[in-house]
């Protein structure tokens, strides 16, 4: 599962690649297999806040690893695909991810996640 960007072959592939929905930038990584991935722009969560299966650490080397349904350090923050908060996309469950969804999409005029500790 994940979505993946496999370059074209013989095109030259931007380093960092827009959204084909919402033209948005995006990050590009090199997975462990030799394939891509599009991450949130500059964007990184707590763990907790990332469902399992779509947390993204990026490796020293720059290769980006899936952790699957490992459990992380609370204080381990994370990328997470881009998709998962496309304006073109369904809203996900999750009060951070929501809101950047929320930013994303001109809802919310700018980017103010709610503390953990709110509410
Ligand atoms: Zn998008």
Redesign the pocket.
């Known amino acids: 599962m994940g979505v993946t960007y496999e370059p074209d072959d013989g095109t030259t592939t931007a380093p960092t690649p827009h959204?084909p929905?919402?033209e948005?930038l995006q990050d590009r990584y090199e997975t462990g297999h030799g394939r891509y991935i599009l991450l949130e722009f500059r964007r990184e969560l707590p763990s907790y806040d990332v469902p399992a299966g779509q947390r993204w650490l990026i490796r020293s080397d720059g290769k980006a690893v899936n952790t699957g349904e490992a459990e992380l350090p609370a204080t381990t923050r994370c990328r997470f695909p881009?998709?998962i908060v496309?304006?073109?996309s369904n809203p996900p469950s999750g009060t951070t991810l929501r809101a950047l969804w929320e930013y994303n999409s001109g809802v919310a005029p700018r980017l103010d996640p709610p503390a953990a500790e709110a509410g």
Request: proline content about 11%; some cysteine.
């Open positions: 959204c929905e919402c948005f881009h998709r496309c304006p073109c």
